[in-house]
């Protein structure tokens, strides 16, 4: 049972989980203990979901794991790639046939989008480059707007999933920048147009997320804490000027930026 475990990447799952209580919680406060229930049902979605993917993914990348992470259970020979990829696919159905619990056309509609996402990227998008980029980026703002739609408001954390999305496409532009010398044969954005011009569009997301944040501060949205989120601003804004000497550097510091902003609209509704 532990090599499923692993093979899942708990923590992964439990990343999701997080994003969804914070849109809960964005967009109802303290209302959320009315729709606790609803909510369990959410995560238990997202979690399942997220282990699907998971799997789906150690059956696409066994060969390239066998020198990358030679120690996930498919190149150890814990799990055969046949059981990995239909774990894989039963798990993605049954995040589909779980939300029907909820009955909300919204969000069954929502677990489906991101279901076939999340099996496009694997077997069609991932070797694409940018558009992988913006697939990966997409499914990590639908966390949080999932969040929002079980408890009947996807407008109250459009901003902040808009936000995750933008920033996170430019994480993954530095990270492809990072990895240009073993990603022969990969169309990603760095080996089509150069490491140069590739942190120049990877620039320009880290700023646009920055520049969105201030949209819920005109609108008198979020209360006076909200103002924390000056402080990922910075860091974002920072990360777009050392992603062209430094790419390794930038998309970790995107990576401490991100719960800095969450924390700041999360703060913001108390």
Known sequence: MKEYLRLFRLGNGAIGILGVLI???????????????GIAVGCVVVAVSIAGGNSLN??????????????????????????????GIVLLAAAVAISLILQSVQVTGA??????????????LKQRGFVGNI?????????????????GDVMSVAVMAAMAALVNVGREIAKDIEDMGSDEGRKTLPMTLGARNAAIVGAAFFVSGPALSVWPLLDHTFG???????????IFIYTAFIIFR??????????????????????GVV
């Open 135 to 151: 697939v990966i980026a997409l499914l990590t703002g639908m966390v949080f707007l999932f969040g929002g739609a079980i408890v």
């Open 224 to 234: 006076p804490l909200y103002c924390l989120v000056f402080a990922a601003d910075a």
């Open 111 to 124: 677990v489906i989008v991101a279901v076939v996402l999340m099996a496009a990227y694997e077997t069609l």
């Open 246 to 267: 430094n790419a390794h550097k930038a998309q970790k510091l995107a990576k401490i930026a991100m719960p800095i902003a969450m924390a700041a609209f999360v703060l």
């Open 23 to 37: 849109g809960a919680f964005i967009a109802t406060g303290v209302g959320i203990a009315d729709h606790l229930l």
């Open 58 to 87: 150690d059956y696409i990348d066994r060969d390239i794991d066998r020198i990358g992470h030679p120690d996930r259970p498919l190149p150890k020979g814990e799990i055969t790639p046949a059981a990995a990829l239909r774990v």
